[in-house]
């Protein structure tokens, strides 16, 4: 077995959409970033890439590079998860948990789950998706950047 952590920050921006653990949510604002800004995914990506030792998502999929540039978090997961079962690994589980102070996420909570578990072969009950304000304080509290937290935990296919 193999645990890993995954951390993410985007800043909000007007005239963006808010793309979050791969569903586009309802919003007068969405993030700033050089792909969709999915910080969800970003997260949940980079806890699979630590799990594994296989660096971060930057060095997988460059913010220098224009084939990003704008990019489907949504694929790039799907690429990630090619390379975990490539490796002989299967998801255990995930928990996630999204900071920010606006939307209400918990509505699109579950549908969330479902496109991350089709991404990952896994069932939702293998895909936990949670949302927290920061009550006012600091950067999500000024409603300036959401963030996500994300860790995994990766089962061996080899018995
Ligand atoms: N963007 C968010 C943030 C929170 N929620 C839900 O509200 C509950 C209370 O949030 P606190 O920050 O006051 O603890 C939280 O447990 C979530 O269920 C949400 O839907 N969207
Ligand atoms: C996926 C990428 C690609 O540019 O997305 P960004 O929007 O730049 O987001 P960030 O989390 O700053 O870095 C990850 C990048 O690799």
Redesign the pocket.
């Known amino acids: 077995m193999r645990i890993g952590f995954g951390f993410d920050v985007h800043e909000v921006a007007p005239d963006r959409p808010l793309v979050l653990g791969g569903v586009q949510i309802p919003a007068e604002f969405g993030l700033l970033g050089h792909s969709d800004a999915d910080v969800v995914l970003h997260a949940v990506m980079d806890a699979m890439l630590g799990a594994l030792a296989l660096g971060d998502i930057g060095q997988h999929f460059p913010n220098t590079d224009s084939r990003y540039k704008d990019a489907d978090s949504y694929a790039l997961l799907q690429r990630v998860w090619t390379l975990v079962t490539s490796q002989g690994y299967k998801l255990g589980n995930l928990d996630v948990m999204?900071?920010?102070?606006?939307?209400?996420?918990?509505?699109h909570?579950g549908k969330m789950r479902e496109r991350i578990a089709s991404a990952c072969e896994a069932n939702t009950g293998q895909i936990s998706v949670?949302?927290?304000?920061?009550?006012t304080l600091g950067f999500v509290g000024r409603r300036e950047g959401i963030a996500a937290q994300a860790v995994v935990l990766l089962v061996s296919n080899v018995v």
């Open positions: 999204v900071l920010a102070e606006a939307p209400k996420l918990t509505p909570v949670k949302a927290t304000t920061m009550e």
